[in-house]
Structures are given as C-alpha cells and as structure tokens.
C-alpha cells in the first residue's frame, strides 16, 4: 500500500424514513431522485467490486494491503446492505427500483461471463474512482446534505467518507497483479472511459422514470432547474469533480494523489449520530408496541 488510510467495516444502520423518499434532498423531488438513482447501482454494484477484488486476494503478498481487502470487502458489503433498504423504500414507494436494479444486475452478469478477471477489476477501479471524486463533492460542499432529511444526509456521507477511506484498495491490487505497466494503463483508462458513458447512460432513464412518477414533476422547469444547477452549475457536482476525472489518464496517477483524507476525522461524529437514531427507532417501536 502507498498510504497508511486502513478501511474499518463499520457496522450501521439509518433507520431511513420511507415517507420523505422523493424529496428529502433540499425539499427537490428532482435532486433527491437523481441521487435515489444512483442508490439502485450499489447493492448489485458493490457485489461486483467485492468478486473482482477477491478474486485476486491470493496473490497480494503485503499484509498490509491483505489487510486493507478485507476492510474493504467489509465496506463495500455493508454499503450494499444499506442501499438495499434504501431501494426497498423506493419499490414501497411505487417506484421501479426493483426493476431497474434487475437490468443493472443483468449487465454485470454479462460482464462476469463474458469478459476476463482482469477487465473485471480495470472496470472496479474505474467506477471506484469515478464514486471517490462525486464522494469528495459531498464532503468538500458541505451545502450538498446541510439541510436535508438528516438520516438520508447521514447514509450518504458515510458512503461519501467510506469510500474515500479504501479508495485506492483495489487500484493497489490491480497495479500488484498487472505486471505489463503499459497493458494495465491502456486496460483502466479504457474501463473509465466505458464504465463512466455505461453509468449515466443507465442513470439517465432510471431517473427520468422516478421523475415521471411524481406527479407534477416531470414538466416542473423549477425542478429541471435545480437539478442542472446542482449537477452543473458554478458549484455543480459534475463540473467540479470533471478535472479528478480526467487526472486519472494520467500514467502515473494514484487515487492519494488527491488526498483528502483530512475529512476522515468526521467518521466518529457521524457513527455517534447514527447510534442515537438507532435509538429513536427502538424508542418509537417499543412506544408502538
């Protein structure tokens, strides 16, 4: 490993309210929906990336990045879990989620059979990559989950500080196990290229759908707005996470390169906020009961 950031499986849950589903972003049906999309992708998604790294555990020698696999098979499993429940409130809600996650599954099965281990993991880092850089726009904005529905905000800045946390687990055990430099370099700037255009090709509609459902929503200009702004505007997620993007073409780029791991130190705040939602839900039940 080129850094000494240890990823921790941390074992949570939100206790999320399925009633504030479409608009407990900032109150927009269209921001929050963009971001419900993108949650249909990780429990099949994060699935994948554990196959692609496990894989090649055996042949990491480091006991340190050994080590780090396995925090990282630990996160990114418990990020599946979550989004899990997060997805079930979607289809509760009447949304195609479900369905949605049905097709995302679809194509990584595709991927598992018909293409090589190692194209596997190239498509791993290229998608961890393209999460640590939309991950450091939540945490270097704080204004992206400040007043939003606050176990919503939580689950999507703890996924924002985990995976800045392993970032670079799998980048290391791809430069450990491709020995032709030259072959792995062409292989991951390729898989960006690819997983990135595959990624928002299938986010697109998924959010367009969830839009179509909400009533009003779809010909709503105020919501086209703030959605546009929030993704490309002065401040705009996209936009700003477009220069990280591309540094990964660079031949000698490592995801620490952008290190940012000074936003590690919010980790314990944010496990005591969970906690007591933990406790509120127990609280609420028991009084139910």
Known sequence: MTNNVMPVRRN???HLPAERISDWNHNS????????????FFPVGERFFIDSVRHYRDRV?????QEAVKGFIGQEAMHGREHEEYNDALTAKGMPADRYERIVLKLLNFFRR???????????????????IL?????????RLEDCEPRYAAIWHWHALEETEHKAVAYDVYTTVMKN????YVRRCFALIMSTAIFFIMLTPFYLGMVAREKGQLFNLKGWWQV??????????????????LDFFRPGFHPWDHDNREYLAEIDSLVTEVESYKA??????????
């Not at 020698?61 to 990045?65: A, E, F, K, V």
């Open 29 to 40: 049906v269209h921001i929050s929906h963009f971001m419900n999309a993108m949650s249909i």
């Open 12 to 14: 949570l849950n939100f």
């Open 135 to 143: 991950a450091h726009r939540i945490l270097v904005d704080k204004s």
């Open 280 to 289: 509120e839900a127990i609280n609420t039940q028991g009084a139910a009961a």
């Open 228 to 245: 546009t702004m929030y993704l490309w505007g002065p401040r705009g997620v996209l936009l700003r996470a477009l220069p990280d993007w």
């Open 181 to 184: 430099r030259f072959l792995g």
């Open 61 to 65: 020698s480091d006991p340190t990045l």
């Open 114 to 132: 018909f293409t090589p281990k190692s194209s596997q993991l190239a498509g791993t880092i290229a998608l961890e990559h393209l999460t640590a």
